[in-house]
């Protein structure tokens, strides 16, 4: 059973950084695409990060230039690392699996096949 556990929200100020982490167990990550996720109060879940098998990342607009993902494939874990945090960021940070290995850029919530229980980043003002 493939288990995702996020861990590293908190309340913070606006312009200030956070690192999450998303630890794997039952699923060897290396050969499988990693995604971020958020989703604020009355919102779809949105895109947020992608980084693939072979460490190709991509971002939504909105985070290009503030946000890093990255991959510790001996620890099975998949960072997201934030700064200059912005009030708009605050959400539900989720971390999701890939439904299949070896992909390359993929963004629809669809085609994520495990998912973290989420962790929540709140940026105040």
């Known amino acids: 059973q493939v288990q995702l556990v996020e861990s590293g929200g908190g309340l913070v100020q606006a312009g200030a950084s956070l690192r999450l982490s998303c630890a794997a167990s039952?699923?060897?990550?290396?050969?499988?695409?990693m995604g971020w996720f958020r989703q604020a109060p009355g919102r779809e879940r949105e895109f947020v990060a992608r980084?693939?098998?072979?460490?190709?990342?991509y971002y939504t607009d909105s985070v290009k230039g503030r946000f890093t993902i990255s991959r510790d494939n001996a620890k099975n874990t998949v960072y997201l690392k934030m700064n200059s945090l912005k009030p708009e960021d605050t959400a539900v940070y989720y971390c999701a699996s890939d439904r299949a290995p070896f992909r390359s850029k993929v963004v629809r919530t669809s085609e994520y096949e495990y998912w973290g229980q989420g962790t929540q980043v709140t940026v105040s003002s």
């Open positions: 980084i693939t098998w072979s460490d190709d990342t």
């Open positions: 039952g699923r060897a990550l290396s050969r499988y695409g």
